[in-house]
């Protein structure tokens, strides 16, 4: 079955490190995406990529990074520099932009 | 940029009955307004969406209407059922060179046996 794999579901971070989340698509999409959920609100937006090698920070970009080394996949890196990274993070993927965006079933991070 | 309210935040009904979740948008060039379902724990579902070239659009017990003028656009979800229980978050998509998705905050809908 095509979908998001997301990896792990739940992560631990202690204080000063670096973590990256895993994001995997097998529907040949274009355009990948990461928002950020905290409770009660809705989502919001990370970074995104339209094509390989190429990607634009979101609303929230301050203290995180990521790659698209590969079509498949747009890891998520959380650095020491994120003041407040307790959330849960979500993947998505689309055709391409302006397409209907598709869902993995998230992570989520908690600080030790 | 954009802006995307939607309300109630909560909404309870009773098996069987209607629920109706509405959002504006700000942005008069937005064009593309999706509908998704969270459950608890996973990733957002989408369960219909609607393109500004069309006012209404229906899909079995779910249905939305989008109202260009008042810039505002509705979920109605017919005949509900326990499994409806879920958070429903509105998304409009912004003009300009980002043409991100900007969420509403959600709905949480509990249907009532």
């Known amino acids: 079955d095509g979908g998001i794999t997301q990896s792990p579901k739940y992560l631990f971070r202690k204080e000063g490190q670096n973590v990256t989340l895993s994001c995997e698509q097998n529907?040949?999409?274009?355009?990948m995406y990461w928002y950020r959920q905290d409770p009660g609100q809705g989502l919001r937006l990370i970074y995104y990529s339209q094509i390989v090698n190429d990607f634009q920070k979101g609303d929230i970009a301050e203290g995180y990074s990521v790659s698209r080394e590969k079509k498949e996949s747009f890891p998520l890196t959380v650095t020491s520099a994120q003041k407040n990274p307790t959330a849960f993070y979500l993947c998505?993927?689309?055709?391409?932009?302006?397409?209907?965006?598709?869902f993995g079933d998230g992570t989520r991070l908690s600080i030790l | 940029g954009e802006n995307v309210e939607q309300h109630p935040s909560t909404l309870s009904v009773q098996e069987g009955d209607s629920a109706v979740i509405k959002c504006t948008y700000s942005?008069?060039?937005?064009?593309?307004f999706p509908w998704y379902k969270q459950e608890l724990g996973k990733g957002p579902q989408l369960i219909i969406d609607i393109r500004s070239n069309v006012g209404e659009k229906k899909d079995q017990r779910i249905a939305v209407t989008l109202n260009k003028t008042a810039k505002h656009f509705s979920l109605h979800i017919t005949e509900t059922q326990p499994e409806d229980s879920a958070v429903y978050f509105c998304a409009s998509i912004s003009s300009g060179s980002a043409r991100q998705l900007t969420f509403g905050s959600g709905t949480q809908l509990t249907v009532l046996p």
């Open positions: 529907l040949n999409h274009d355009a």
């Open positions: 942005d008069s060039a937005s064009n593309y």
């Open positions: 998505a993927s689309s055709e391409f932009r302006d397409q209907p965006q598709h």
